[in-house]
């Protein structure tokens, strides 16, 4: 069982509300990641982070943005939320280095923009 | 184009048979090959992962195949269990940036009955 948080799991809010997605590690993982998911569909890359103070965006634009000021700790942030913001999001972590690194995935969050 | 493809798209068994699921992928250059299970409203949890020079890997009632000339992968499932029910998705990494890219198919929704 992977050691990776996310809170909350399940949310419900109306749009224009700003929401931030909480996601932690316990493992010093240095790389992290968060992904989206539409029901039967692929997760997409959405952000990601080599370490402290880095982030970059993944390959499916999103209006999200991250912060990774602590190893354990990768929130994503929606200033408004609109109903196409509804999907699933799974934060992801991973040791640095190797070919055959391993991803932990957390369990992910239900997010619904009424 | 990376891509992923998966089929079948969904399938259902009775509980105790066998079933095998495949994936085809055009992702270049290759790393490894992951399989991996997600439970409805979960994070995916991972079976197997496969190098280029492996070609088989067991994971107590999971078994992956790997051809890599071909490009193609399989997961078997014996004497399956009503816990069996769950997404199954082949995820291809590659070798070609920092990142090790994940390519995701949409999985394989498989049904178990009693």
């Known amino acids: 069982e992977a050691d990776i948080y996310q809170t909350p799991r399940y949310l419900v809010i109306g749009t224009g509300k700003k929401i931030t997605l909480e996601c932690s590690q316990t493992?010093?993982?240095?790389?992290m990641y968060w992904y989206q998911q539409d029901p039967g569909m692929e997760l997409h890359l959405i952000h990601y982070s080599y370490g402290v103070n880095s982030t970059e965006k993944g390959d499916l634009s999103s209006e999200s943005t991250v912060s990774r000021i602590r190893t354990e700790h990768f929130p994503l942030t929606l200033e408004s939320a609109r109903p196409s913001h509804t999907s699933q999001y799974l934060c992801?972590?991973?040791?640095?280095?190797?070919?055959?690194?391993?991803?932990?995935f957390g369990p992910g969050t239900r997010l619904t923009v009424t | 184009k990376n891509q992923v493809e998966q089929s079948p798209q969904s399938l259902i068994i009775l509980e105790g048979k066998n079933c095998t699921l495949q994936?085809?992928?055009?992702?270049?250059?290759?790393?490894?090959l992951r399989w991996y299970k997600q439970d409805t409203g979960r994070g995916p949890v991972s079976l197997t992962i496969m190098t280029f020079s492996e070609n088989t890997k067991s994971n107590g009632r999971y078994t992956a195949t790997l051809d890599a000339d071909t490009k193609q992968s399989s997961l078997h499932i014996t004497a399956s269990q009503l816990s069996d029910s769950a997404s199954y998705i082949c995820?291809?990494?590659?070798?070609?940036?920092?990142?090790?890219?994940?390519?995701f198919g949409r999985g394989t929704q498989l049904t178990v009955w009693p």
């Open positions: 992801a972590s991973s040791a640095a280095s190797g070919d055959s690194y391993e991803q932990y």
């Open positions: 994936c085809n992928y055009t992702v270049s250059p290759f790393s490894n």
């Open positions: 493992m010093g993982h240095d790389k």
């Open positions: 995820v291809v990494s590659d070798r070609g940036s920092t990142l090790g890219r994940l390519y």
